[in-house]
């Protein structure tokens, strides 16, 4: 696995872990033109946006991108350990890279 894949994947679960814990929520302010991303605590804004499009990626941003990294991180580990066998019959399993998506990311396997 490369050291810059690493390093990236580190670098964006730090900001993920330094982020206000969620879930975060959109809600519309009381003039209706923008939505604000918050948690629940009142007063507490995290983020904002003019677009609702916009204020939903914030939103989903907090759960998706730690899931995303989890994901990535095992995907990248199994390709290693496939690569250290890659002369053996099957060696990359299709299954269980969808049974990882599954996994971090829901659904089914």
């Known amino acids: ?53 916009d204020a939903e990626f914030i939103a989903h941003a907090r759960a998706d991108v730690p899931a995303l990294l989890a994901f990535a991180r095992e995907v990248l580990a199994l390709a290693d350990d496939k690569q250290r066998h890659r002369f053996e019959p099957g060696y990359v399993d299709r299954d269980d890279i969808h049974a990882l998506a599954a996994t971090y990311l829901g659904g089914e396997a």
């Open 1 to 53: 696995m490369s050291a810059d894949v690493m390093q990236r994947l580190a670098e964006m679960q730090a900001r993920a872990d330094a982020a206000t814990d969620g879930p975060w929520h959109r809600d519309r302010t009381a003039l209706g033109a923008c939505y604000l991303i918050s948690v629940r605590a009142p007063g507490l804004t995290v983020a904002d946006g003019l677009r609702k499009p």
